[in-house]
């Protein structure tokens, strides 16, 4: 059974940073494509930024360009999400999701397994 955890959310000023983690237990961690979404009070879950199985390819949000990178470490089944200057707008819940996947440089839009989510909240 394939279980998804985040962590590293929490309370933070507009400009700051955080650095969110995703760990994974369960299937073969090395041939997940993983993505990060977020959802923000009466909007629609977003697609947030994404990262290969092999790690050699990312995609992101136009408005997280530049601000957002997305990491793995496969030893440690975790992925990460670096955010830097962090905005308001940038306030929501964030979860990430996994799918097994035979693309090693593609970045998957559809996902089968996801966390619960951790919160990020940006004051202005």
């Known amino acids: 059974q394939v279980q998804l955890v985040e962590s590293g959310g929490g309370l933070v000023q507009a400009g700051d940073s955080l650095t969110l983690s ?18 923000a009070p009466g909007q629609e879950r977003e697609f947030v930024a994404g990262i290969s199985r092999s790690g050699g390819a990312t995609d992101f ?52 397994f996801w966390g619960q989510g951790t919160q990020v909240t940006v004051s202005s």
């Open 22 to 39: 995703c760990a994974v237990s369960g299937g073969t961690f090395s041939s997940y494509g993983v993505g990060w979404f977020r959802q």
């Open 61 to 112: 949000v136009d408005s997280v360009k530049g601000r957002f990178t997305i990491s793995r470490d496969n030893a440690k089944r975790t992925v990460y999400l670096q955010m830097n200057s962090l905005k308001p707008e940038d306030t929501a819940v964030y979860c990430c999701a996994v799918r097994e996947t035979n693309l090693y440089y593609a970045v998957l839009k559809n996902y089968d």
